[in-house]
């Protein structure tokens, strides 16, 4: 068992990670409660494990791989990909809430039109702002097919929405 003292390098990282680490959960698997659980179990597994890198440069990626990896795990059980939720702040101005769903909704409908490697290529790279090389090591695979990953998706997005529509995605 470990030691308080054994312990304390994680605690930062969880204060820093757990809210995108839900964000992340929680698109994957469209359910707050799985996402928690997945979450909680990510961490607890990174924390066992003796080989987590103890950096936030390297632990990022390594706890989001854990959490791609357990909700594909859950998805497999379910038999099923989620469909994708986008949050926004809310407005009190009824016409940008419309036209905010009306948005969320394209974009929704395209992004789970992608496969599910591009529909995570694409959260980790522009939901997360990762680079190409972590959002590589996230979904486990090369940097080279990361990025061919996400200009895929983005080609596709784009036809698939109308480019005056401001989505605001840039492949740089």
Known sequence: MLQPAESSW????????????????????RDNTVAQDIVQEAFVRVWLSPRTPREMSTFRPWLYRTVVNLARDHQRRQGRWARLRFGRAASDNPMDVA???????ALGDAVRGLSRREQEAVYVRFFED?????????IGVRTGTARVLVHRAL????????????????DS
Do not use: C, H
């Open 10 to 29: 994680i605690e930062p990282l969880v204060l820093a990670l757990y809210r995108p680490t839900i964000q992340l959960a929680t698109l994957l698997v």
């Open 99 to 105: 036209e905010r769903r009306e948005a969320d909704t």
């Open 130 to 138: 990762a680079p190409f090389e972590e959002v590589g090591r996230i």
């Open 155 to 170: 080609a596709k997005l784009r036809r698939q929405l109308d480019p005056s529509s401001g989505n605001g995605m840039t």
